[in-house]
């Protein structure tokens, strides 16, 4: 398997993938964001565009030059861009794509601007009701302001085509799993040809994953894992949306579930035992006793610097809110790290 560190920033993965880095390498995205070139000749498909680094697209220029082979001259290089998910790191990449595709597009065929045919633009629907945290849902501040020449709309004239579960792109033979938690849209791919899913941020290639919803993205976890148990469907790498290519998926997978039910049976544990005695600690009537997000995180992380503990406070607020939802636990109030918590 790949080492993290080694990463190139195009690196052909089997004959119908070719994948890109992002050119945002960081903390959270790791080496980068992995967007893939998928497909055997032109026009191919494109999954996610990183999050809009200058950097990326003279990148993704070379690799769809080396991609194409004896291409069809009368067909655009990319006729579909699949949008995993609704993250910057995924999207804000999109509206230079566009423009990239078109201009090599004008290279190619100088004179011939009216026949260029724009690529469809693929994504799982935001829920009516739902909306994204405004201050990092970029997508429709950029969308709207698309040229309409650069992209061609869904049959309803949106931006988007609409993603559903067991859907097929006919371009690619790619098959759409939606697999929410991460985020609410969130979608893994199947790419038949390599016996690969594209997980996007659901697994990824190093560390583990972030989520909006615990046990929704257990759900999907378990469904990701089951996915393609028959014959048709099967598949044995994973392609990660940031990290090296994941050769054992399912066991991955698995290893991703236990490690969450597993920090769930210790966070129990320690909501059955004995808070210990700070005022956080007892309810305002002074009568219940609890154990706050932030106690519960110093005992579980004990082991872990301490500048990690702020981070884990979220992964354990949302592991709680999980167990509230089952009524397992009971909330006794406070707000943030100080939410007041005890055992059914």
Request: charged share 25%; proline share 8%; with cysteine.
């Given at each position: 398997?790949?080492?993290l560190?080694?990463?190139a920033?195009?690196?052909?993965?089997?004959?119908?993938?070719?994948?890109?880095?992002?050119?945002?390498?960081?903390?959270?995205?790791?080496?980068?964001?992995?967007?893939?070139?998928?497909?055997?000749?032109?026009?191919?498909?494109?999954?996610?565009?990183?999050?809009?680094?200058?950097?990326?697209?003279?990148?993704?220029?070379?690799?769809?030059?080396?991609?194409?082979?004896?291409?069809?001259?009368?067909q655009?290089?990319?006729?579909?861009?699949?949008?995993?998910?609704?993250?910057?790191?995924?999207?804000?990449?999109?509206?230079?794509?566009?423009?990239?595709?078109?201009?090599?597009?004008?290279?190619?065929?100088?004179?011939?601007?009216?026949?260029?045919?724009?690529?469809?633009?693929?994504?799982?629907?935001i829920?009516?009701?739902?909306?994204?945290?405004?201050?990092?849902?970029?997508?429709?501040?950029?969308?709207?302001?698309?040229?309409?020449?650069?992209?061609?709309?869904?049959?309803?004239?949106?931006?988007?085509?609409?993603?559903?579960?067991?859907?097929?792109?006919?371009?690619?033979?790619?098959?759409?799993?939606?697999?929410?938690?991460?985020?609410?849209?969130?979608?893994?791919?199947?790419?038949?040809?390599?016996?690969?899913l594209?997980?996007?941020?659901?697994?990824?290639?190093?560390?583990?994953?972030?989520?909006?919803?615990?046990?929704?993205?257990?759900?999907?976890?378990?469904?990701?894992?089951?996915?393609?148990?028959?014959?048709?469907?099967?598949?044995?790498?994973?392609?990660?949306?940031?990290?090296?290519?994941?050769?054992?998926?399912?066991?991955?997978?698995?290893?991703?579930?236990?490690h969450?039910?597993?920090?769930?049976?210790?966070?129990l544990?320690?909501?059955?035992?004995?808070?210990?005695?700070?005022?956080?600690?007892?309810?305002?009537?002074?009568?219940?006793?609890?154990?706050t997000?932030?106690?519960?995180?110093?005992?579980?992380?004990?082991?872990?610097?301490?500048?990690?503990?702020?981070?884990?406070?979220?992964?354990?607020?949302?592991?709680?809110?999980?167990l509230e939802?089952?009524?397992?636990?009971?909330?006794?109030?406070?707000?943030?790290k100080?939410?007041?918590?005890?055992?059914?």
């Amino acid at each position: 398997m790949e080492k993290l560190e080694a990463l190139a920033s195009i690196a052909r993965l089997s004959d119908h993938v070719v994948r890109v880095l992002g050119q945002n390498p960081g903390k959270f995205t790791l080496q980068g964001t992995n967007t893939y070139i998928v497909g055997k000749q032109n026009p191919y498909t494109l999954i996610d565009t990183g999050e809009g680094k200058e950097e990326y697209l003279p990148v993704l220029e070379k690799a769809l030059r080396d991609t194409v082979e004896s291409p069809n001259k009368d067909q655009p290089i990319i006729s579909d861009i699949i949008i995993s998910h609704w993250h910057h790191d995924h999207v804000e990449g999109l509206p230079g794509v566009l423009n990239l595709l078109r201009k090599m597009w004008d290279e190619q065929k100088p004179g011939y601007s009216a026949h260029y045919k724009p690529p469809r633009l693929h994504k799982f629907p935001i829920p009516t009701g739902f909306t994204p945290p405004s201050a990092f849902y970029t997508l429709p501040s950029f969308t709207e302001r698309l040229p309409k020449d650069l992209y061609t709309s869904s049959p309803d004239g949106e931006v988007f085509h609409r993603l559903h579960d067991s859907q097929i792109v006919t371009s690619s033979s790619i098959r759409v799993l939606h697999a929410p938690g991460h985020t609410v849209d969130s979608v893994c791919l199947y790419i038949p040809q390599d016996r690969a899913l594209y997980t996007a941020d659901n697994v990824l290639g190093q560390g583990t994953a972030v989520f909006e919803d615990l046990g929704v993205y257990l759900k999907s976890l378990g469904k990701m894992l089951e996915y393609g148990r028959d014959d048709e469907g099967h598949y044995d790498v994973l392609y990660p949306g940031h990290g090296p290519v994941i050769i054992e998926g399912r066991e991955v997978i698995s290893t991703y579930i236990k490690h969450r039910l597993e920090r769930e049976e210790q966070v129990l544990s320690l909501l059955k035992s004995t808070p210990p005695d700070e005022p956080a600690s007892v309810d305002a009537s002074g009568s219940e006793q609890a154990w706050t997000t932030w106690t519960l995180v110093t005992k579980l992380y004990a082991a872990y610097p301490e500048p990690l503990w702020l981070p884990a406070a979220r992964g354990i607020d949302l592991h709680l809110r999980k167990l509230e939802a089952e009524g397992r636990v009971k909330r006794l109030g406070g707000d943030g790290k100080d939410t007041r918590w005890q055992f059914v």
